[in-house]
């Protein structure tokens, strides 16, 4: 019988576009203020991409970075999964514009759509492959263009989300490295609190849906608020179970960055510090499956983790999707 393979963590990339939309500039756009935003939201600005860029060109930015911090070529890239709510078009999958422009001309391609817990989900198809030993080397790329989906009028939504991409390149590696256990949840039935009603099968793209504004993220907040900190601890919970292990042994917890009082919620139910807890929210906002991708190269570039530091990812997301990863560097 073939030995299981424990897929890890070899490289980690990030990129945000220049262009800087803080609060202050929002307040001119729409009914809102600095304060009520850093207060009820934790986040002071936000990366808009710029109009040549697109979820696949920051991805393969991310993707550059990964592959360079892990000293490999595009070449060696066996598969290319990326997660993403905002693709360049609806088909082909972001991750063969992506493969395209690394060059990476061995690897299979195909995007995964799991909204905010996209990365989460990626990581999860990457071990098993690894574990599977059907590939060695897997690039996770989690990439958004939220600008492209957000509707500027609607104070509800505009003041929260931004663009960004992270990537994870995972290879097999020795014990006590590398992914230690996943929790993925969802449920169905929550799906319309948040979505992208048109342009789908159930509502093809025409005068009367754009008149409508259903091309734009629409969002019941508040049911979303009051799910998303209970999600996140028990993601938290049932991934430290499955590896028998307890919440004080994580070096850092590395959350989903939505809203800064659902962090603190989840931090408090799962009983860990703040200290414990890496936040970035305040720069970028809410970039859905790129948080935890960035927030992790971030975590690891700023020196805050290193080699055999025990990392917690946790996110929740429309779907609704949660889950969370613990690993081991
Ligand atoms: N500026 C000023 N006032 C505002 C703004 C704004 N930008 N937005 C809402 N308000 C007002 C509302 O109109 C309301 O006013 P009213 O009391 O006069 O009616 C008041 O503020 C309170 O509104 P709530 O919606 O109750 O505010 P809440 O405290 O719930 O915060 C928020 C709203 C920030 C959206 C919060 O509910 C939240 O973070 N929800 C979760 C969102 C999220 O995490 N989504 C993640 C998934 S994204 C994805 O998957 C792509």
Redesign the pocket.
């Known amino acids: 019988m073939k030995e299981r393979l424990n897929a890890g963590i070899v490289g980690t990339g990030r990129y945000v576009p220049e262009k800087i939309l803080t609060n202050r500039d929002l307040e001119k756009m729409?009914?809102?203020?600095d304060e009520?935003?850093t207060t009820?939201?934790g986040i002071k600005e936000r990366r808009i991409a710029a109009p040549y860029e697109t979820t696949s060109t920051m991805g393969a930015q991310a993707a550059r970075d990964a592959l360079a911090d892990a000293k490999l070529a595009p070449e060696d890239v066996d598969l290319i999964i990326t997660a993403t709510?905002t693709p360049d078009v609806p088909w082909p999958a972001t991750a063969s514009f992506i493969q395209r422009q690394l060059g990476a001309t061995r690897a299979a391609c195909f995007d995964i759509e799991a909204?905010?817990t996209g990365f989460i989900y990626g990581l999860s198809v990457a071990q098993a492959y690894i574990a599977s030993g059907m590939y060695r080397t897997v690039l996770v790329v989690a990439a958004e263009t939220?600008s492209r989906i957000t509707d500027w009028e609607d104070?509800?939504?505009?003041?929260?989300?931004g663009d960004a991409a992270g990537a994870a390149v995972l290879q097999p590696v020795s014990e006590p490295r590398g992914i230690l256990s996943v929790y993925l949840g969802a449920d169905g039935s929550k799906g319309d609190l948040?979505e992208l009603p048109g342009g789908g099968s159930r509502k093809p793209a025409t005068h009367e849906t754009v008149d409508q504004r259903q091309h734009y993220?629409r969002?019941k907040?508040?049911e979303?608020?009051k799910f998303?900190g209970r999600a996140m601890a028990q993601a938290n919970k049932r991934a430290l179970e499955k590896a028998g292990m307890k919440i004080d042994q994580v070096d850092l917890l590395i959350p989903?960055q939505?809203?800064m009082?659902?962090i603190q919620a989840a931090a408090r139910l799962s009983s860990l510090s703040m200290d414990k807890v890496y936040l970035n929210i305040e720069k970028y906002g809410?970039t859905?499956a790129a948080t935890t991708a960035v927030a992790l190269a971030e975590a690891r570039l700023e020196g805050r983790v290193g080699p055999g530091s025990v990392c917690l990812l946790v996110a929740?997301?429309?779907g609704f999707t949660w889950g969370a990863c613990l690993l081991r560097l």
Not at 30 to 33: A, E, F, K, P, S
Request: charged residues 10%; positive net charge; proline residues 0%.
């Open positions: 729409v009914d809102t203020t009520w935003i009820r939201v709510i909204a905010c939220l104070r509800n939504t505009a003041v929260l989300f948040l993220i969002m907040g508040n979303v608020f998303a989903h939505a809203n009082r659902i809410n859905s929740f997301g429309g």
